[in-house]
Structure formats: C-alpha cells, structure tokens
C-alpha cells in the first residue's frame, strides 16, 4: 500500500470518478454528493456511509484487488444507503430494509451484501515477481533482460481470451508544467507495460497529472517500472550532474536508453504496442473518458549530455518485486 504522503496523488482519480458518478445518481433524488473518503483502516467491510457525517467511506484494498465495475458496485451499495436515510426516510428501518431494498433496484444493484472475489492470478504475478527481483547479477544487463522477459509473459496472458479486469489509477506526482523526461516515463510503460495513458488536469488544483489504466495486474507492474525509472532518474542525476548543465538532457537520453533494450528486442518490439488496440480496453478507457485527443511535442537535445544518459540507462537494473495486497469481500 502506499505511503501517507502518497495518498493525494493516489486517490486522485479515484475521488473524481466517484463524485461524478455520485452526482449523476444523487441529481435524481435532489441529493448532493456526500464527502467520499478511502481509507486502509476498514477491515471488516469494504464501504461504510455515515448519515451523521454525510460520508460515504471506501476500503482502500479494493480499488488494488477489484475491478473498476466492482468498485462501483461497492460505491452503488454505499449510495443506496444514503438514498434510503435521506430520500426514502428509512432510518427506523433494519440497514438492509425496504427503503434499501427500493433504492437497490433503482441503481441496478442487488441488495445482497456480498461481492464476487476478483479474478486471481497468482501464479503470473509470482512469476513476474521473480524477474523483477533480479538485482544483484554481475551481468549489468539482467535486470533490463528481466524486463523483457516480464513484457512477454504479460504479451502471452493478455493475447490469450479470459476474463478482463480493467481498473486505473493515478501515478506519480502532478505538476504544473509536466516534464519532456517525465512523458518519456509514461511513454515507456504504456508501450511495454500493457497500460493505456491519460494526462488528466485537476481543476481544483491547476495540474496536470496521469492516469494508467488496464488489467489490474498489468496496472501494478506498469506501476512498479514507473516508480523505479522515475527513482532511479533523480538519483543518476544528482549522482553525475555538473554545473551548467541541463538535467531534461541527461534524464531524455536515461530513459531513451533503457527504452532501447526494448526496442531491439524482436519480441518486445513486435508486441508493443498491439494491446492499445484492445477493443475492450479501448472500451474501458472510453466509456470514463469519452472526449480525449492526442499531442506529440517536439524537444532539442545536447548530444554529449543526451549520449551520457544514453549510456547508463541501458545499465539500469530493477531492485524488487512487486508487493502483493489482500482485500476484504463484504459490504456492510
């Protein structure tokens, strides 16, 4: 789970989809969406709504174990609650009630307190761990090596038929004005990684910021490639940095670098970008964002600088696996 002070940058999008939907269904009751948190406190249910704090309060767990449609599931379960206490007056009612009940079958949900497990896959995820987990070789280029070696058993799943799980969420910091390295980052996760990328703007916060969306699976190791460039970049550079020098140029020619393992690997060239023409992703990714557009941008480069970049990023190696979350299946 993430840390405290990632939470923001975390929960970001997941708070902006739910008010959303909220005021889509609340407008029909003359309601206003409650205050919506998510906290890793809850572990006896995935969703809590408190009429006396007009809150409705998610389960962390589930927005990394569940799919975005059972997300809202547990979000609907929530709100027919609060429609019951407040629309319908049901708070002399047992929670489960008829007022509940009503307000169920009008949000399309059933009104059994229960949710059916996600879809697991265990086995993948340890395999990928353990290609990731390759730190410690004397062969500087294994890590990268297990890199493409993880991409391929993530193109062997995701060409086979099964069961999607599409979800999202937000990575890494917002900014003001976002980086030429930073896209670089993003670019290399979605060509590789089996994610589709979404550069978002918070109106309330004036930046922008990015979201992955995908298997949630592919979203997790997509994740862990992302913190681990972006880590790995801030520290190269305060490593070989000099004065008067640019560190966009350095970090360009790190990341195009690391990219370039890829890139001339037969295998994860071919299949690199065959998952953006997913129609059920495309799908996904279109029925929550359903107005987006494309913009490619143009950059200068300092070819010494940019060459030195070039050089250690195809020596970067991957630390550690990925962290495995376990998530509660009841709703209150």
Not at 52 to 80: G, M, R
Not at 93 to 113: M, V
Not at 229 to 248: D, N, V
Request: hydrophobic content about 35%; proline content about 3%; aromatic content about 12%.
């Amino acid at each position: 789970m993430p840390k405290q002070d990632d939470h923001t940058n975390i929960y970001r999008a997941w708070y902006m989809r739910l008010q959303e939907h909220a005021e889509g269904i609340l407008k029909n009751y003359a309601l206003s969406c409650p205050t919506l948190s998510i906290s890793n406190k809850l572990n006896k249910t995935l969703g809590h709504w408190s009429k006396s704090k007009n809150e409705i309060c998610l389960a962390e767990t589930i927005f990394y174990e569940f799919p975005w449609d059972q997300v809202l599931h547990v979000f609907k379960h929530e709100l027919a609650h609060m429609i019951a206490d407040l629309a319908y007056q049901g708070s002399n009612e047992t929670s489960h009630g008829p007022s509940f009940k009503k307000a169920c079958s009008e949000l399309g949900i059933s009104s059994e307190a229960s949710l059916r497990n996600p879809q697991k896959h265990s086995s993948l995820n340890n395999k990928i761990n353990k290609l990731l987990a390759l730190s410690k070789s004397s062969n500087q280029h294994e890590a990268t090596n297990a890199a493409i070696k993880a991409q391929a058993l993530m193109d062997k799943y995701n060409h086979n038929l099964h069961e999607h799980n599409f979800s999202f969420r937000s990575i890494g910091t917002a900014f003001k004005r976002c980086p030429m390295w930073h896209s670089q980052i993003i670019n290399i996760c979605s060509r590789y990684f089996y994610v589709k990328v979404l550069k978002n703007y918070s109106n309330r916060e004036e930046k922008y910021f990015f979201e992955f969306y995908g298997e949630l699976q592919n979203i997790a190791t997509a994740e862990y490639i992302y913190n681990f460039l972006y880590s790995q970049g801030q520290s190269l550079w305060k490593e070989y940095k000099k004065a008067g020098q640019r560190r966009e140029q350095f970090l360009l020619g790190l990341y195009e670098g690391f990219e370039s393992s890829l890139k001339h690997n037969k295998h994860a060239s071919q299949n690199s970008l065959i998952h953006l023409r997913n129609p059920a992703l495309l799908d996904f990714f279109t029925s929550l964002n359903p107005r987006t557009r494309s913009i490619s941008y143009k950059y200068k480069i300092d070819p010494a600088l940019y060459k030195q970049g070039q050089q250690i990023g195809r020596k970067l190696k991957i630390p550690k696996s990925l962290s495995k979350k376990t998530a509660q299946k009841r709703l209150n």
